[in-house]
Structures are given as C-alpha cells and as structure tokens.
C-alpha cells in the first residue's frame, strides 16, 4: 500500500470558531492507482489532499506514504518526503512569471541539488515529453493556460516521484484544452505513476479507476470503473 490515512481529522480554529475540514476519513491507495476525489466545494476534499501531499497536518489520525509514518515526521523531514515523492499540479499553475518553462522545470531539481548540466537535460527533456520543447525559453505569460499546465505538469514530474497529485488541473480551462491535459494524466498512469486528481466534475473524474465521494467532511461513496 502506497498512501494509507485511519481516522483522519482536521480542524482549522478561526477566532473562536472551529471548522472540521475533515472528520474521521480512512483512504488507501496502492501504488501504480488512478484516483480521483470527488466532492462539492467545502466537502474537504484539497484538505485532504494537502494532508496527503505533506503541505499540511492532521489534528488527529495516521498517515503512511510507502510506509513512513507521516504524521509523526518534523518539517525537515517534510519537505524532503515532498521534494523526494510527490509531485504537485495546481489548478491556478504556480508558476513563477520572471523565469522561462525550462528554469520553472528545473527548480525541484534545484533544490534537490542536482547539477545544473543533468537538470537542464532532465527539463528539456520533460518538456518535450509534454509536447512544449518549442516553448522552452518563453516565460509563462508568454504561454497559453494548457501550455502552462503542461509546464507545471513536467515541473511536476522532475524529481521523478512516486505520486502525482493534481488539485482540479483543468478548471482554468476550457474544455478542449483540459481534454488534453487529462490525456497526459492519462498517459502517466499507464507509465506506472500513482495519480490522485482532486476534482468537482465528473466527467473529469470519470477518467480514472476509482472515485472516491466526499461531503462534508466525511467519505459517503466510492465507485469503482472496469478498464
């Protein structure tokens, strides 16, 4: 089992109320799974999913990434799991504007110490896997929204990591667009990386193996899809 969560709680204190995001959630998912979480705005869903890509905390429960207990570890340890496992896609891109898609991809390799000959290869490299080698030196306000999705996605991919986690990928674009950007989501999973997709629409979701519901804090349903 790659990602295991048992009673996962979280809440956020504002002022003097509290606001339970998450309320009890146990979720696996084994390596090489396409997975969506699905749910309405509010349901909890990019909570969990934050918790699941080590950018936040549980208040309460246990979290396992290939074994490693999570939720114990200091945030040094954090940001290694983060720089060493799991890639991000987000649905607003996170890219940094005064740098070209190439410098953009290489950034994890640089903080991952990688020499600058091996990730300059590695960046290009990606890029042209996502179809934008041609786009390598323009900066991302020089790009279409699906061309900067396909940069962040080869960002994404740079430290080669276990899992690929995307808070709703296509919902700064338009649907030709996206249709795209979930083929490579697609073609990732086939190449044998762990997806998680985090999304609202169900045609979105409906490209992978299983969905996972929330409401309101709390998993209500599962469906699962033949190939």
Known sequence: ML???????????????KVHALR??????????????????????????????CLDRPTEGRYLLDGIPVHTLTEPELADIR??????VFQSFNLLPRITALENVEL??????????????????????????????????ELSGGEAQRVA??????NDPE?????????????ATGEEILELFDRLHEGGKTVVLVTHDRHVARRTE????LKDGRIVGREEFED
């Open 210 to 213: 299983r969905i996972v519901y």
């Open 3 to 17: 990602i295991e969560v048992q009673g996962l709680h979280k809440v956020y204190v504002l002022g003097k109320v």
């Open 83 to 88: 720089k060493n496992k799991i890639g991000f």
């Open 153 to 158: 996605i080869a960002r994404a991919l740079a």
């Open 108 to 141: 994890p390799m640089v903080y991952a110490g990688t020499k600058y000959r091996e990730r300059r290869r590695r960046a290009m490299e990606l890029l042209e896997q996502v179809g934008l080698g041609d786009r390598a030196f323009h900066r991302p306000t």
């Open 24 to 53: 009890g959630v146990d979720l696996s998912i084994d390596r090489g799974e396409y997975v969506s979480i699905m749910g309405p705005s509010g349901s909890g869903k990019s909570t969990l999913m934050h918790i699941i890509g």
């Open 163 to 175: 899992v690929i986690l995307a808070d709703e990928p296509t919902g700064n674009l338009d649907s």
